[in-house]
């Protein structure tokens, strides 16, 4: 999708090795990402997962910005907008959240 592939551009690979999305509702996407809690837990979001070499370039914090071989972030189903969003060296486990979808692969 376009929104992933500006996503993985500002997260600097502008080609990921993968890009996978499901549909799910936001609570079930954030507690995969080890989120506490949150707000509209109900609505429906993509849970996308994209596989590459990326840095979070939007870091505002002390020391290096995070890296890893995998982000991943929500996608409000109906406004498309971004909600939540994660790096790590660790995919999660889309299929434990239904039917996954291969939006790119290289």
Known sequence: SQKAQMFASQMGDSTPTSVTAVLTTRAAATALQGAQSIDSASAQVWFVEMTGNFVDKNWFGFG??????????????????????????SPPDLAS???VYTIASH
């Open 97 to 99: 959240l239904g039917t």
């Open 64 to 89: 290096t910005p995070p890296t890893g071989t995998e982000v991943d972030f929500t996608v409000d189903a109906q406004t498309q907008d971004v909600l939540d969003f994660g790096i790590s060296n």
